[in-house]
């Protein structure tokens, strides 16, 4: 069975302070995507991780791919308030099945 | 820029009321694909359309039925709604699923259903 796996579910930090996200997921995929999700609203695409060592970086967010190791981590530095929300990744097992990870619930505190 | 679009955006349904949830793109994507959220669940696919034409299952299919009605549209009808139905349903499309490009998934606002 195909499993995506994020830890942690739910992270609160302090402003200022980093920390990261992993995404685990079963199968092999070539590719890994990147969410946000502010609270009742869409998602919003973050970054498109598509060949194995990638990284990609946005601000204070920093994205990686190994997929040997199925895994990829999303890091954030000196983290501030606008980044809480929830966070996905999305692998592609299969053409057009993008499978979603459980999603991480981010809250920075002031 | 409308990208995709689904309504209603809040619906109250009761137990076996039959509903259709309409999704629209304006992107001129090949593919388009119909998510359920639920709180600690994340998103999961209920049915896919790779391109005009072709509809398939994803993960959760049971008690949904689809209709790709063009490249721009795709359907989402509850034929005998349940209380389990109560969720969160997005729609999303991508260009298709390519070896270019990463085909990134876009979505729509997203769909409140309650089933009383």
């Known amino acids: 069975e195909l499993k995506v796996e994020q830890n942690p579910l739910f992270l609160s930090m302090q402003e200022g302070k980093n920390y990261t996200i992993y995404c685990n997921y079963s199968?092999?995929?070539?590719?890994l995507y990147w969410y946000r999700q502010d609270p009742g609203k869409s998602l919003e695409s973050l970054f498109v991780?598509?060949?194995?060592?990638a990284v990609k970086q946005e601000g204070r967010l920093m994205a990686s791919l190994d997929t040997k190791a199925r895994l990829s981590t999303l890091h954030i530095t000196a983290a501030v308030h606008d980044l809480s929300a929830t966070y996905f990744c999305a692998v592609v097992p299969g053409t057009y099945k993008y499978i979603f990870g459980t999603g991480t619930r981010l809250k920075v505190l002031a | 820029n409308a990208g995709v679009t689904q309504t209603p955006k809040f619906q109250v349904l009761k137990t076996g009321q039959s509903m259709t949830l309409q999704c629209a793109q304006d992107?001129?994507?090949?593919?388009m694909y119909w998510y359920r959220q639920d709180p600690g669940m994340g998103l999961r696919l209920i049915y896919y359309?790779?391109?005009?034409?072709?509809?398939d299952k994803g993960e959760v299919p049971n008690g949904y039925n689809v209709s790709r009605l063009n490249k721009r549209e795709f359907s989402l009808r509850l034929e005998s709604a349940a209380p389990s139905q109560t969720s969160v349903y997005f729609c999303a499309s991508s260009e298709s699923f390519g070896q270019e490009g990463g085909n990134t998934i876009y979505f729509g606002e997203g769909s409140w259903l309650t089933v009383v």
């Open positions: 992107m001129n994507h090949n593919s």
């Open positions: 991780l598509l060949s194995n060592g």
């Open positions: 199968t092999t995929s070539d590719r």
């Open positions: 359309s790779a391109s005009e034409g072709t509809t």
